[in-house]
Structures are given as structure tokens and as C-alpha cells.
């Protein structure tokens, strides 16, 4: 038997629950759940289409038609804080930008600094063809990824301090950005060939842009830089606004906002006559943002932003962006630029850059 232990130690404030919403509970399942996601991410530069990536991960993590997967799973916490409201504070506006919604649900939270260790024990026969994607999705969730609500928005970002095989240390923990833009380097070169086209969804490809974005002591504080950097940027993508303010008014646009690129649903309100309008597309409520943001715990007390985009196809080829307000609405082609979201991280004059 094969045992791979992972250990993670929560930098940024942790929405995660169960079936009751307004409580908070560290979950295996949910922490399986993210591992599936990492899995898919990884595994098709490996395997090659999405169809073989699906039936891969249903045999290795299990599903009502193949059963029991290839591994069990268990979650140990040490110095996990006890459940607690949030304050979102009004110098805390990103905080509040990044976690939209969750203020108005009074959602509960663990508080960083928890240390979080992961165990899959693999059944016999298992071979390295299964652990070894199962080992790199471990390792992609603890430097791009995080847990519960508004992972890909940094809350509940878990940052891996230990990885062991068989009780063999496997991991040496970046002691600065430059060390950790190596890691993150070599973890993506594991990964070649990556594919060069788009991929049919979200995963590492040669169209994969990743930086290390800046560092701090407090790590809630640099998610919330980060998160009012965003708040600004997108409001002052004027032409967007223009655009939705013609439509309101009767008139006719051929195209949607840019900021789509950024997911989908994001609606628009003016202040200074009240109107408001929905951007959506016509037969999905929503499509995830292709940016990921993770704070990485580095030595001496340190902080780290890890920001990653994973461009792929936005919508099927035949959905189409709905835009609705004023009682009307309109359709149009899904045409997503994701310049849009690399100008973003261009904002970060210090960043590291890490290309495929």
C-alpha cells in the first residue's frame, strides 16, 4: 500500500460547511472535492481529452458507476479555531469585494493559522499511474488553491508545508518568492507536454500565466490589497460601463462587456438614476472566473500572493451572453478576451512571472 500525507497550513479565513450553511466545519468530503478539481486541472496534459481525464478520476476517486475509489481519505486539524462570525470591517473592502455574499449570509469561518493534514491510504495494486497525479493534485491545491467558499478568490487558501510517500519527506518549503517561483516552476514543467490549443475546460496549458504578486507579514491583509486592486481595476474598465449604459437607454450593442472574462453572473448598478442590469449567459446561472488567488505561507512569518489564470474555452460553442435591464434583453456571441485578466495582474509591479 501506498500512503501519501499532505499537510497544509490555512493562511487566509476559512468558509467551510456542511449541510447547515450558517455553521462551519472542516469536511473530508469538500477536501476530496478539491483534490478532484487539482486532478482535472493536472491530468489532461497526462491523458490527453476530457473524456479519458473523467473516466481516469471516477476510478481513482470513486463514483456511482465504478464504485469505491482507489484511495481512502482522512483529515486531522491542529490548532483549529473554534466557528465564528466575520467581520467585515470597512477597511477590509476587498476582503468584502473577494467574498461577495457571504457578509449578507452571516456565514461562519475558521481563522487562518490552522494546520490541516490530508492522508490517502491507496489500495494494493494501485501503481504509480494513480498516485503519482493524486500526489501532484495535492501538491497544485496547496500552491495555487484553497478550501470552501470563495477558493478561487483566496478565502480558506491552504498553503502545503509537508508532503511524505511511505513516510519519506518529499517537500521543501519555499523560504522566499524567488524559491517559491522555483517550486511553481518545476511543479509546471512536471506537468509537459501541456497542451498548446485551449483547453475544452480549466486546466494547466501552454496558455497558463501564473505570478507570485507581491508579499506581507499579514496574510488577510494582502489578500485584501489584492482583492480592492480588482475592485478598482474592473470599475474603471470604463468602456463596459458605456456599453451597459447604451443598452439601458434603448440603444443597440454588438458586443458584451469585457469584464466577462472574469465569470459570469456580474450585473451593474448606477447610482445616479437607479438602473441596473444583469449579465449572464442564456442557459447557465453561472461560469467560475478562470483566475485563481492563493496566499502561500513563506518563512520567517512571511506571505506570499500566488496569482493563476487557467484559460479555457468560457462557454460551449453554442451559448450566448443575455444581457437584461430595463425590461429588455439582449443576446450575443460569447467572445471572452483573457487579456482582459493578464492586464489585471500587470498591476503588481514586483510580480514573478511563471510561463509554461
Avoid at 460553442?317 to 439582449?330: C, F
Wanted: glycine share 10%.
Amino acid at each position: 500500500m501506498n500512503e501519501l500525507v499532505a499537510t497544509y497550513k490555512l493562511t487566509t479565513p476559512l468558509f467551510m460547511a456542511g449541510a447547515d450553511q450558517t455553521g462551519a466545519e472542516m469536511r473530508a468530503p469538500s477536501i476530496k472535492g478539491a483534490l478532484r478539481f487539482w486532478y482535472r486541472a493536472i491530468a489532461l496534459s497526462q491523458l490527453g481529452s476530457w473524456q479519458e481525464v473523467q473516466e481516469k478520476e471516477r476510478k481513482i476517486f470513486g463514483s456511482s458507476k465504478t464504485g469505491q475509489g482507489r484511495f481512502l481519505i482522512t483529515v486531522e486539524r491542529k490548532g483549529l479555531s473554534s466557528s465564528k462570525t466575520f467581520d467585515f470591517k470597512h477597511d477590509q473592502a476587498g476582503i468584502v469585494y473577494l467574498g461577495y455574499g457571504l457578509k449578507d449570509a452571516q456565514r461562519k469561518y475558521f481563522e487562518p493559522g490552522a494546520s490541516i493534514t490530508v492522508k490517502l491510504l491507496f489500495k494494493p495494486g494501485s501503481g504509480e499511474e494513480t498516485v503519482e497525479p493524486v500526489m501532484k493534485a495535492l501538491i497544485a491545491l496547496g500552491l495555487f488553491g484553497g478550501l470552501g467558499a470563495r477558493a478561487r478568490n483566496g478565502l480558506g487558501s491552504v498553503a502545503i508545508t509537508s508532503l511524505q510517500i511511505d513516510g519519506v519527506e518529499k517537500w521543501d518549503n519555499p523560504k522566499d518568492e524567488k524559491e517559491l517561483k522555483k517550486k511553481i516552476a518545476e511543479f509546471v514543467q512536471s506537468l509537459a507536454p501541456l497542451p498548446a490549443e485551449l483547453p475544452a475546460y480549466t486546466a494547466f496549458s501552454a496558455q497558463t500565466r501564473i505570478d507570485v504578486a507581491g508579499a506581507d507579514r499579514d496574510p488577510v491583509k494582502l489578500l485584501d490589497d489584492i482583492g480592492k486592486k480588482m475592485m478598482v481595476y474592473r470599475r474603471d474598465i470604463k468602456s463596459d460601463s458605456a456599453l451597459i449604459r447604451k443598452f439601458l437607454s434603448g440603444g443597440d450593442i454588438s458586443a458584451h462587456p469585457y469584464r466577462v472574462a472574469f465569470g459570469l453572473p456580474h450585473n451593474y448598478f448606477f447610482k445616479s438614476d437607479g438602473n441596473k442590469a444583469n449579465v449572464n449567459a442564456v442557459q447557465r446561472e453561472r461560469r467560475a472566473g478562470p483566475l485563481f488567488i492563493h496566499v502561500h505561507a513563506l518563512a520567517g512569518g512571511r506571505y506570499a500572493a500566488v496569482l493563476t489564470l487557467l484559460p479555457a474555452e468560457f462557454l460551449p460553442a453554442e451559448e450566448q451572453i443575455k444581457i437584461t435591464g430595463s425590461g429588455r434583453d439582449k443576446k450575443l456571441p460569447c467572445r471572452v478576451d483573457y487579456g482582459v485578466i493578464e492586464k489585471f495582474m500587470l498591476q503588481f509591479p514586483n510580480r514573478l512571472e511563471v510561463r509554461p
